[in-house]
């Protein structure tokens, strides 16, 4: 071969090598580029109340442990944080994220929603589900009693001795659904602050409230106060929260989807370790 075919084959092979070096580079910008758009693409498909927004809904206002300083946007808090984690599950920045506030009750009701999906440790029963929908559960809590150290009924051991005691829970919870089975002088009221004030001025003498709610106003909430114990679950391991969506929402089995992973992966029990404590020893009542 003389040297100047042999010089243009060395050119013919460079240039080969050239352009196939630049395919290549130029078929992997593509898929960065689609691996980027998906997460923007599974949300534009998503039938959200805004379009490429979320809306999450807590009461108003919030408390802790669920929602620190009633600042649901901080991401502090159990139900905050969880919103934030169900969020990037179903591909929504932060930013994406819009609050807004509901009645306890009021949410509860048939008909038009203001939000997606709402937490306000709403728990599962069969006569809700008649009215909205609710995703896969993301908490199993049991019901307390509390009261204040002073009381009389601080040192009950069991139900029997609550006979005469005047009890207060949350209108529409499932706290006062219980105490209303299990005690005969039950009151509703508007809210688990209301029901502590309540408590604090010696209108009632004790309340109904979830776990995590219970060790909150005893350690930070409401001085003098004890958790008496947890009341029996008829039979079930406690109530299962989860977040609440309109009926026939297409967004359920995204939010549960969301949920379920968030289980899987772990996630889900840092953030209640981060921000929940658990009955522990506190005794079941009997």
Request: charge should be negative; proline fraction near 5%; glycine fraction near 6%.
């Amino acid at each position: 071969m003389s040297k100047k075919v042999l010089s243009l084959v060395c050119v013919v092979l460079l240039v080969a090598s050239t352009v196939g070096l630049a395919a290549c580079g130029k078929s992997n910008n593509s898929s960065t580029t689609n691996n980027s758009s998906s997460t923007t693409s599974s949300t534009a498909s998503l039938k959200t109340l805004t379009s490429g927004k979320l809306t999450v809904a807590t009461g108003q206002p919030a408390y802790s442990p669920w929602v620190e300083d009633n600042k649901p946007e901080s991401g502090k808090g159990f139900e905050a944080a969880l919103a934030y984690a169900i969020a990037e599950k179903m591909g929504f920045k932060d930013s994406d994220v819009v609050w807004v506030r509901t009645d306890f009750e009021a949410a509860i009701t048939p008909g038009p929603k203001t939000f997606d999906f709402n937490l306000q440790q709403y728990s599962v029963t069969p006569e809700r589900e008649k009215a909205v929908d609710f995703s896969s559960p993301y908490y199993t809590t049991t019901q307390a009693i509390v009261t204040l150290s002073a009381s009389k009924y601080a040192s009950a051991k069991s139900l029997a001795d609550f006979s005469g005691a005047k009890i207060g829970a949350a209108s529409g919870s499932t706290s006062l659904t219980l105490a209303q089975k299990l005690f005969k002088t039950v009151s509703p009221f508007n809210d688990n602050d209301t029901a502590v004030q309540a408590l604090k001025v010696n209108q009632i003498d004790a309340i109904v409230v979830d776990m995590p709610t219970a060790w909150y106003v005893t350690t930070g909430e409401l001085d003098n106060s004890k958790i008496v114990g947890q009341l029996p679950s008829e039979g079930t391991p406690g109530d299962n929260l989860a977040a609440l969506l309109p009926k026939g929402s297409p967004l359920t089995s995204a939010v549960s989807k969301a949920i379920d992973e968030l289980k899987a992966d772990g996630t889900l029990a840092q953030i209640e370790k981060q921000w929940l404590l658990s009955g522990g020893d506190i005794p079941v009542l009997q």
